[in-house]
């Protein structure tokens, strides 16, 4: 029988032709069935950015927004989505002060939001730290988190949330602080247990469950594109592929394909997800 024409969505997924197979890695998503993509910023590092002011992220948002108008020639819909990575507290903390980290990484979230309500991206990206750090430094990556969904609500968009694995609990209560309905806070590689929208990782075998369950929730591959790491988190070609897979063993039905890759991506973003 043959697989359906629906829309297949990455909902988080990096190409970066600077650092790793680029455009290349977008044609195996768009041949291997996928249609529309999620296109996340990458952090300031690996593009050679080493920022001082919140304007220095305008250099990897712009680059984001190249990468992004390279791939839709390939026939994919883009939606970009911008912030600033939580492990930047880190990498900023080398050269400046936890507070000016915290203060410089705001700063570029500002920048962000303002390329949302440019329409030039569809969402914001934030999140804390998924490794063990002192408590100050928890601290003020909650308040860099807290910041990025005030800045969620004005602009009327989704946050994508990078962090630790798990539920994530706390993060109900400051999305409705900052006004931010709850069901358009992604966790970014989630499990289960997490009251966000969970947006998994195309081989998680716990799909057949949540299905069941009738829970919303999207699909990733988290794709890095850095020939350092080839294939990580999974490769470029995994939705539309486990998509497939989970629907020619019966796991999952057209009408939960569109669900999840159209239905769902709709409401969480806003965005429109049609065939062309």
């Given at each position: 029988m043959k697989f359906p024409q629906v829309p297949i969505t990455d909902d988080h997924i990096h190409i970066d032709p600077v650092n790793g197979r680029g455009i290349e890695a977008a044609k195996d998503f768009f041949r291997a069935g996928g249609t529309h993509m999620f296109l996340v910023s990458k952090p300031s590092w690996s593009l050679g950015v080493h920022p001082v002011s919140g304007v220095d992220y305008a250099r990897v948002f712009d680059e984001t927004i190249r990468v992004a108008e390279l791939v839709a020639e390939t026939g994919v819909v883009v939606f970009?989505?911008?912030?600033?990575?939580?492990?930047?507290?880190?990498?900023?903390?080398?050269?400046?002060?936890?507070?000016?980290?915290?203060?410089?990484?705001?700063?570029?979230?500002?920048?962000?939001?303002?390329?949302v309500r440019e329409g030039k991206a569809v969402a914001l990206k934030s999140g804390r730290p998924h490794y063990p750090v002192?408590?100050?430094?928890?601290?003020?990556?909650n308040e860099v988190l807290a910041h990025a969904l005030f800045l969620a609500a004005d602009?009327?968009?989704?946050?994508?949330?990078?962090?630790?694995?798990?539920?994530?609990?706390?993060?109900?209560?400051?999305?409705?602080?900052?006004?931010v309905p709850v069901e358009r806070v992604v966790k970014h590689y989630a499990t289960p247990d997490t009251p966000l929208h969970p947006s998994f990782i195309a081989k998680?075998?716990?799909?057949?469950?949540?299905?069941?369950s009738g829970r919303a929730f999207t699909m990733e591959s988290d794709y890095m594109d850095e020939n350092s790491r080839?294939?990580?988190?999974?490769?470029?070609?995994?939705?539309?592929?486990?998509?497939?897979?989970?629907?020619?063993?019966?796991?999952?039905?057209?009408d939960d394909c569109f669900r999840i890759h159209a239905e769902t991506v709709q409401r969480v973003y806003g965005v429109e997800i049609r065939l062309p």
């Open positions: 970009p989505v911008l912030g600033v990575h939580p492990a930047e507290i880190g990498r900023l903390t080398e050269r400046m002060s936890l507070r000016e980290a915290a203060d410089l990484m705001k700063a570029g979230l500002d920048r962000a939001a303002q390329y002192d408590d100050e430094v928890m601290a003020l990556s602009c009327s968009c989704a946050l994508q949330i990078h962090a630790e694995s798990g539920p994530c609990t706390d993060l109900v209560g400051m999305a409705r602080t900052a006004g998680f075998d716990g799909i057949l469950e949540i299905v069941r080839p294939g990580a988190v999974i490769g470029p070609k995994s939705v539309p592929r486990y998509t497939r897979k989970m629907w020619e063993e019966g796991i999952i039905t057209e």
